[in-house]
């Protein structure tokens, strides 16, 4: 999972195809992510002791972390490439090679 919180993201495939977020959460478990705003779910609610008002409530539904793509400053939608700088290992982007 080379994706994390915060990255700005573009869904490449789905209901919401075309649309741009940013990561909220990062699954790494399940290879998923939760993108802000992106695929919702309605969700109906009952009205209970804890909620106490019913209705309907929108959720960030996790996507596979393989239907979105980092969106490069520079270049757009892109893929992360590694480099490995001494110790560290940085994100870059494979078309421009800047760092992510
Ligand atoms: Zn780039």
């Known amino acids: 999972m080379k994706l994390r919180k915060g990255d700005k993201v573009k869904v490449l495939s789905g209901k919401d195809k075309g649309r741009e ?6 699954l790494p478990k399940e290879n998923k992510v939760i993108v ?21 409530i929108d959720k960030d539904m996790p996507v596979a972390a393989s239907a979105v793509a ?9 893929r992360i490439g590694i480099k490995v700088d001494g110790s560290l290992k940085v994100r870059i982007c494979r078309k421009c090679e800047g760092e992510l």
């Open 70 to 78: 980092i969106v490069c400053p520079a270049c757009g939608p892109t």
């Open 36 to 56: 802000d705003r992106i695929n919702i779910a309605k969700r109906h609610m009952k009205a209970t002791k804890s909620l106490m008002q019913g209705g309907i």
């Open 21 to 26: 977020g940013e990561i909220i959460k990062v």
